[in-house]
């Protein structure tokens, strides 16, 4: 079975300042990749996926993601923060099957500070 | 125009009580989702509908219990509420039940069991 790690719960970083939120997953299969965000009282959106090819990838809102399939790790980047950016993030996995549910890992908060 | 809807979006009920969240989707859709996320932020899939038809269902206690009506609408009905699933409750849908489709979530219905 999979399973997603996001080693830091809270991440505060000043405006302006880059950021790397990190995501490990474990799997025994090819897996595809997701970053979702989630803003205050709000659902979640994703903001990019892994599926193949090119392991950078390009999300909305300015950030970036690196699939390094030997670290098993699919870090959130992203150069220079607003304020906006204060929300939750969550990283998934699911395998590469139809119908395999997506599992998510519990959740980095960040928070921008002025 | 909202993409994913769900009503209501606050409940507050007692304990022993039965109570059902409503989504609908407007974008054609073939697959709809309901979420549970704790007050600790953890998201977890309880149930998958593709063409109305249940794909996934977690162990999920049996007093929750999903309907859909059509491709558009997926409710949750749980039956003698009790403290634990105070939660955010939130609807999603995908184009097909392959994960690499993005999944679209709604606002979240916010249940306060006391």
């Known amino acids: 079975a999979q399973s997603v790690t996001q080693l830091d719960s809270q991440v505060p970083v000043f405006e302006e300042a880059p950021v790397e939120l990190r995501c490990n997953y474990s799997?025994?299969?090819?897996?595809?990749l997701f970053w979702y965000v989630q803003y205050p009282n709000q659902g979640l959106q994703l903001l990019l996926k892994?599926?193949?090819?090119?392991?950078l990838v390009k999300g909305i809102n300015g950030f970036e993601a690196e699939f390094n399939k030997s670290q098993t790790s699919f870090h959130l980047r992203k150069p220079s923060v607003h304020i906006s950016d204060t929300a939750e993030y969550f990283c998934?996995?699911?395998?590469?099957?139809?119908?395999?549910?997506?599992?998510f890992g519990p959740g980095t908060s960040l928070s921008v500070i002025p | 125009d909202t993409a994913v809807s769900q009503t209501p979006k606050y409940l507050v009920t007692q304990m022993g009580n039965d109570k059902s969240i409503k989504c609908e989707q407007n974008?054609?859709?073939?697959?709809m989702y309901w979420y549970k996320q704790d007050s600790k932020k953890f998201l977890k899939i309880m149930f998958s509908?593709?063409?109305?038809?249940?794909?996934i269902n977690e162990t999920v206690p049996n007093r929750f219990s999903p309907k859909s009506p059509d491709k558009a609408h997926l409710n949750l009905h749980i039956n003698s509420l009790e403290l634990g699933d105070s939660a955010v409750y939130f609807c999603?849908?995908?184009?097909?039940?392959?994960?690499?489709?993005?999944?679209?979530f709604g606002p979240g219905t916010r249940l306060l069991v006391l």
């Open positions: 509908y593709n063409n109305k038809e249940l794909i």
């Open positions: 998934a996995v699911s395998r590469t099957a139809t119908y395999d549910k997506v599992i």
């Open positions: 892994y599926l193949s090819g090119s392991t």
């Open positions: 799997s025994s299969v090819s897996v595809y």
């Open positions: 999603a849908s995908s184009q097909a039940g392959d994960w690499q489709e993005t999944q679209y």
């Open positions: 974008l054609g859709h073939d697959t």
